[in-house]
């Protein structure tokens, strides 16, 4: 279930506003929820921010107008028709009756006396509490439930007989007022949640099948045909505006500019808590030939950058030398310049069931396209890939990441070993029969290795986020799934790890658990062992300070490392 809280739509808004104002919310539905775009979009006209915009347009406060007027004159033909406090005596006496008829049944006066006390009080609560506690022989329970079935009766046609102040003379059978007062209410809540639509544009609270069955099954059609055409409004005011794309099969997809700005949103969020110097373009503090010029200066020497003369610095240096406003080359100074290092990073992104938990995948999907919009805005000549891995792994375009999720649990048997051969298998068929949900960190580690070994870069890296310990493997064609894991799991990954070393590929981890802490290599654990290989980083951040952690630390290496 989708919990959101929603701020009232302004009338001052502007449409420009509005439509930001759409974009975020969508973004945020999308990736905190297993849901579509197409579904998020849809939920949130229901919701109704900002589709209140277009009840006008759709005819759909027209029509909520129109079902007011109706349920208020249906509910004021039913309070002046009828009469409904005669039951009320009626039913105190048939009480009595029953009362008598107990006592003559050899019921103790002690037990007489707790059921007239309880009918007293009229608390249906009270008098079942009572009937309980009481060791009323069970050839009289059925006497006692009737009382019990009356009192509840009482209070129902007390409590509406003075919130609704029925007017009329027609006296009807208990039963039916009963059946009335719930239709009743029924009418009062669907007055109530069509007012509020009216006000707010939130249709989330209409009941659809009490549209049906108080006003028919044509005005719930109709209302289903208005609510879809504002979401057509919506869908098509977004793809004229760039801000989602409807592909050949009808699929409704955020636009590369929407994914951007979601990205720089988050951008903006991380490095808000930075200090201001942190939160600029970030160079790298050695020096070499770049377009980021510094205001220190040096001797010309073969090779420098002619564009980076220091003009008047030169001029000086000749008037100091000869007196003469035109300097030779030994006059000349150039300004340093300030390089940015290359680099081609993979993020590697477990997939596994567990990744679920505590906004894990969430947070994780946020830093990515965080990530992405840094590269693009900051260091173009960066290269980014994503790949995902479960049992197996795969690449995925950034367009994918919004609505992309971890695989679903599906075995819950404690002890699991499973073996697959991949050589007798369709693509169709492992989807269909392979469990994909679980850890495979060497196939993860195998393909970013891949794709980093076809980049002609110097600086590659892998940044590994991760919340468990590996638990299947491949060995050759077969694919091993284990759980617990199996020594052979680790092994194959921490072989995968040497080769990237191998490689000069840097794996920096980001664990959002301390599973990886349990020992299985007797005094070393797995993930001293996988530090101890790959010499990179081990962060253990709370899933919440991923983004922060990442973003800053991709950053600070920019600053360290120089390539030309």
Known sequence: MITYQYSEFQPGDESSNSEEKLMSILSEIILQNDISLEEALK??????????????????????????????SIKEEILSKLKVQPHLPKIEKENQTIIKKLSDKHLSSDQISKIEASLKEKNSDKFRRMKWEENFPPNLIPKIDQILENLIDYSTISEADKKYKFTGSQIISRKETILVIRSLEELEDLIQSLSKAMIDGDLTSIDLKSIASVLGAESYQEFIERRDRIYEQIKKLLENNGKITVDEEGDVKLSPSSLRKIGKKILGEVFSLLKPTD????????TGDSENILSKTKPL??????????????????MIRKKDPHPSL????????????????????????????????????????ALEALIQNDYKDDKLTIVGFGSTAKVFPIRDIPTLNPYPVTIYDPHIRLKYDFSKLSKKEIEE?????????????????????????????????TDGAPTAHFDG???????PPSPADF?????????CKDENITINTFLLTNEWDFNYFGEKSFIKRFASISEGRIFYPH??????????????????????
């Open 301 to 318: 020497e073969f090779g420098d950058n002619l564009a980076h003369l220091d003009y008047s610095g030169s001029i000086v240096n000749s």
């Open 491 to 499: 092994e194959a990954a921490l072989n995968e790890v040497k080769i």
């Open 330 to 369: 030994i006059d000349m100074d150039v300004f340093y310049s300030r390089g940015n290092s290359r680099s081609s990073t993979v993020i590697l992104l477990d997939m596994s069931g567990s990744m679920s938990r505590g906004q894990r995948f969430y947070n994780a999907k946020k830093v990515t396209l």
């Open 477 to 483: 064609n077969h694919l091993f799934i284990n759980y």
């Open 43 to 72: 939920y949130l006209i229901e919701k109704g921010i900002p589709a209140n915009l277009f009840l006008k347009n759709a005819g759909m406060d027209d029509l909520l107008g129109v079902y007011l007027n109706k349920l208020k």
């Open 279 to 286: 939160s600029s373009h970030h160079p790298t503090n050695e």
């Open 433 to 465: 029969r392979v469990p994909l949900y679980f850890t495979n960190l060497q196939k993860g580690l195998n393909l970013s290795r891949q794709i980093l070994g076809s980049a002609q870069i110097k600086n590659k890296q892998i940044l590994l986020i």
């Open 543 to 564: 899933p919440k300070e991923l983004n922060k952690m990442i973003l800053y630390d991709f950053v600070s290496q920019k600053k360290k490392k120089l390539s030309f």
